[in-house]
């Protein structure tokens, strides 16, 4: 069947049966909001016949915009919903690049290299962008400005340890905890709420209330601060198990 023999509505339902598991500590806005959204976005590019290399740079075209601007203007309502809908786009076509691979069957390494790339870029420079946009316009005091840099510092650890450990479980074979999640953990989704990285794109939305936004985004980076902590502790024993160096190998 062609990309335009089929119903914009077919494709969604093909892509809702193509989805992979959620993983089982994905937070609520990732698992229940931003999902969805990926897949009608998914369902349009698949239909315009963009690639999934194609979609991930429509990703990174939305949130780094987002970025640009952050850190060239000053902090105004205006501003902070423009970012918060950029961002809220960029995520979801985050999700979408993955979806359509799988549709299709061209996921690859390759992609799967470029989509980590680009969120391991976002993770560090949306902070950092944020720090010089804040700074170059004196809209808070001094202090606060080490909010933003203790969250890319705390936001890129905790990419890598999350990569890097589900590389190590599949290197050892074990299976991924997405594979293995049975009911949807309801409750586990709502407490993860401070690590989801969509509720942060919201939060942008409150930018033009500055020291509102500054207190509500120091908060979110101690709770991520906290759950990082917690949860290297559990994946350092997890990877401990699996055996020694030389049994598992990337």
Request: hydrophobic share 55%; glycine share 6%.
């Amino acid at each position: 069947m062609g990309r335009r023999d089929e119903s914009y509505r077919a494709t969604v339902v093909r892509l809702a049966t193509a989805q992979k598991v959620a993983a089982r500590s994905a937070p609520a806005y990732s698992r229940f909001v931003n999902r969805r959204l990926g897949r009608l976005l998914a369902a349009w590019a698949y239909r315009a016949g963009l690639s999934p290399n194609a979609v991930t740079a429509v990703s990174a075209g939305f949130t780094f915009s987002a970025v640009v601007l952050l850190a060239v203007l000053p902090p105004t309502w205006w501003l902070g919903i423009t970012v918060a809908l950029l961002l809220v786009l960029g995520y979801a076509f985050d999700s979408a690049d993955g979806q359509v691979a799988r549709l299709t069957g061209t996921g690859s390494a390759a992609g799967e290299w470029l989509d980590h790339i680009v969120d391991a870029t976002k993770v560090v420079t949306l902070p950092l962008a944020l720090l010089v946009g804040l700074y170059r316009a004196e809209a808070v005091s001094p202090s606060w400005l080490l909010v933003p840099l203790a969250n890319a510092v705390v936001s890129s650890v905790l990419f890598f340890a999350m990569i890097l450990t589900e590389q190590l479980r599949r290197a050892a074979g074990v299976r991924s905890q997405a594979e293995t999640a049975g009911r949807v953990p309801w409750l586990r989704s709502l407490l993860v709420i401070p690590t989801d990285y969509g509720v942060l794109c919201l939060l942008f939305a409150l930018y033009g209330a500055t020291t509102l936004f500054v207190a509500a985004y120091a908060v979110i980076t101690l709770l991520t601060a906290a759950f990082l902590l917690l949860a290297a502790a559990k994946w350092f024993r997890e990877i401990a198990a699996l055996g020694s160096r030389d049994d598992v190998a990337l």
